[in-house]
C-alpha cells in the first residue's frame, strides 16, 4: 500500500513569504502528526490532527499554523518566513487513536529553504 | 514532561562489530517506547517498537528490551553492515494519545 506522501519534496522560499506544505497519510490513518527537523534543534513536534480538530499542539510560534481535510489529508502553513524556519519538515500518520500502540509513520519531508 | 536522552555520536565501526546505542528515558505512567532509523535523504523509518517494560522489539537484527526499573531502552546489533549506517533516533509515546518525542539522534557510520 502506497505509504505516506509529502509534496513537494523540495521548496525554495524568501524571507517574509508564506509556504504550504500537504501530507496525504496513509490509506485508512486518521492521526497526522507534523515536525521539524533542523540539525541544532533535532525532532520537533509542530501538531496533530485527528479526524480534522487539532489534538495536539508543540510549542511554536503562531505563524505555523495546520489543519486536516475529510479524507485526512493535512496541509501545513507557515505565514512571514524567517531564515530560522529552514528546515526539514516530516509529516507521520497512525491508523487511530492508539498511537502509543501503533507507532507512526513518517513520509520523506518537505525540506524548505527559506533565503 | 517526558523526554529521551541518548548517547551523542558520531559512532564509527567497522563492519561486523559490536552496535550498542544507549537512550533512557523520563515519562509519567508507561510510555511506549521506539526506535526510528533516517537513511541520508530519506525520512525516519520505524526500526523496532516495545510497548509494556520487559518487551524485546527485533528488526532486521537490531534489538531494544524496555527496562522499566533503569528507564532505558538501548539499541543493540551483534554485527553492523556498511548498510547500517544511518541516523538512529529513540522515543517515546506517553500515556494518553501524547506526542512523539525524540532524542537527538545518533549517527553510526560502518566502515569496511
Known sequence: KAGVTQTPRYLIKTRGQQVTLSCSPISGHRSVSWYQQTPGQGLQFLFEYFSETQRNKGNFPGRFSGRQFSNSRSEMNVSTLELGDSALYLCASSLDGSTAFYGYTFGSGTRLTVV | ?112
Open chain 2, 1 to 112: 514532561g517526558n523526554s529521551v536522552t541518548q548517547m551523542e555520536g558520531p559512532v564509527t565501526l567497522s563492519e561486523e562489530a559490536f552496535l550498542t546505542i544507549n537512550c533512557t528515558y523520563t515519562a509519567t505512567g508507561y510510555p511506549s517506547l521506539f526506535w526510528y532509523v533516517q537513511y541520508p535523504g530519506e525520512g525516519l523509518q520505524l526500526l523496532l517498537k516495545a510497548t509494556k517494560a520487559d518487551d524485546k522489539g527485533s528488526n532486521k537484527g537490531f534489538e531494544a528490551t524496555y527496562r522499566k526499573e533503569t528507564t532505558s531502552f538501548h539499541l543493540e546489533k551483534g554485527s553492523v553492515q556498511v548498510s547500517d549506517s544511518a541516523v538512529y533516533f529513540c522515543a517515546l509515546i506517553g500515556s494518553g494519545n501524547t506526542p512523539l518525542v525524540f532524542g537527538k539522534g545518533t549517527r553510526l557510520s560502518v566502515i569496511a
